[in-house]
């Protein structure tokens, strides 16, 4: 029952389930939809749902030029996809999920829980490409026999409209087996990790053979945590700051003095931290906090998705992007002490901001209620004058610096509020 | 022409100009000037100057019951003082400063030095009772032959309206020479010491004597910047956590658990830099951070100070509070991580904030202009229920937890603005 590589050229078809139609859930998706290969992308979406059932997604991609893509169902809910007639009979060779990660508002494990038990048990595999760290644990907890891909994508894109999806720039997706955030310690653990790790070797043959993309990347499973922690190490310094520091742009932040000694001081904790925790350092390639502070320079006019969120009054990504690291990091003795204080003062800041808004949703009755908390695809924008190549590249000139374009791609976009 | 304690005897009389007409300086004035002994306070006033000036300081205390205040002198400006034909012949014995303590936004010693010129070189005494560490610097480098004593009091008062001072509790005031930060390395500041000292035992006769207060106190040079550094480890942690945790009162904050952890985080970081800074120990009987936190979840309805201030739109005290630990520390080779932290945010939010308040002023030319930046007098301000005791008192039952009362003191006021 289990998945393996050889399928790809097996007529049996491959039903991919994606939760999440947002712009990061689109451009994947619609890079894997193959139905001349018997690849199928099925999504689940939210306020989009009516305009993609009809319309399909529309694509302006920087990388493959405009197309359109139909994908084989759509459906407006997870539980919707559920019960659905048109379901995969035996359920979903894999389900990933896309939305933001809000682990403090909504249980994702809770939520796919209907969608991984239309397969036989430990059947489907999950793909989690989202923001942060410790995103895998309910996942595993809540269903200990499927594999599980985590996968991090320095993407630049946008849903520009209901179903009109931009890409700005990039494509790499990186992704590795998770067992148990260790690499697989038992016998059935490292069971977990051969069978994701199959998963992963097919993801990235289905991404490059079919996607046509160049950068999707294999990693082990230490190898693909530390690259969620170099992605922590720069989100988790940039995100909070630009809110906690009243309104601030990247480049502004890091060209104010004492900010950067600041968002320095946050990068070297958690270049100090991760290789500690997970017992590898990072790969060389990876920028250094020096390497990253001086790229982000001249990323003027980009904006910290956190800091949209936060001026949007949306639920910030705070948990996954500084509460996990910092009580994973405590688990393993190591103290992140600026990122701890950054986590205390802005998880009080969000809820006081949100008690402050039911208050006054109390008070003038007559308004719309806010929308529901829970913001469908992730926020991937980009920024007005994204950098081509960094100024020091690591790895050579015509590439960007590695682990570093995160801070280039987030600027405001129109709010959806 | 030195002052010394035989002086209190003498019939040449004693003149001292309070810098600053708020609670602090009325409290401590009403306290020193004795006509009747020939010690005779004058005082500096804003915008309460005229009130003052026709009907003098009104007090209600709680340790000295009600009584009348009538300055030998009241002044609209520091340069009404320097010029006014009632002005002592041989200057002022000493000129103490209870402005809010802004070197970001006035340089306190440029405004004193037309009343500092009018002594003979280097004759008058500095005194000041303000917040933060590192504030004597700039009157040191300007003034080199002048005594300085500098002062930390824990004093809770308000001025309630225009000369009418309400003190609620506490009288402490703590005082020592300040020479070169170090006690005095070289002759001459050896010889400031001696000075400072002298005239540092002089106000603590004059405060207990004619005062009757009975916890006027004496240190030396380290121990009575020890006192200072203790009370940043209280102010630095909670006044700016407050401010960027979003608006959290002193309780509140303590009975967060991360916030907790944070604030003892910040607390910690200074017990350990200060006595590294001043190669002293911390006094057994000052208050550890945890029984700093223990006591202040008692403080229910208590606000810092620069939580007032930023939700009135005030300059906030954060470089004599912040900056200045941040850099003396940085200076002595130690890194006060999550206070540099702190710093870097708020600063950057005050500006971002007085930025957006400047444009509002041009958007809407009708509007009055907000009052000049710089307050009269420094905030001191009562919890709603202060505690009369700390529940583990570290010096006795009957007393307050030493150095932990500041925290208990501060609560909002009616705004001025």
Redesign the interface.
Known sequence: MELDESRIAQPRPIHILFIGAGAVGCFYGSRLHRPEANVFVSLVCRSNYDTIARDGVQLKTHTFGDYQFSPRAVYPSIQAAAEADNAPNQGWDYVVVTTKALPDVTDDSKDIEPIIKQAPEGRSCIVLIQNGVGIEEPHRKRFPKNPIVTAVTIVSAEQISHGVVKQNRWTRISMGPYSDGLGGTTPATKTLVERATRSTKQLVKLFTEHGKLRDAEEYDEVGILLVRWHKICINAAMNP?AV?????GNAD?VT?T??R??LR??MEEVFEAAPAILGREFPAKLAKPEQILKSTERNTGGKPSMLVDWEHGRPMELEVILGNPVRIARRHGV?L??L??????L???????DERKKQEVVHEPKKKEPEAVKAPEPEVVVAEKPIEVAEKPVEGAEKPLEGAEKTFEEAPVPSKL
Chains 1, 2 share one sequence.
Do not use: I, W
């Not at 906690?244 to 601030?248: E, F, K």
């Not at 998880?347 to 901001?353: G, N, P, V």
């Open positions: 700051s906690l520091a009243g309104g601030v932040m104010d004492e900010l000694t600041h001081g946050c103290d002490m600026r701890q204080s950054l986590y205390a003062l998880r009080s800041a969000q809820r006081l901001r």
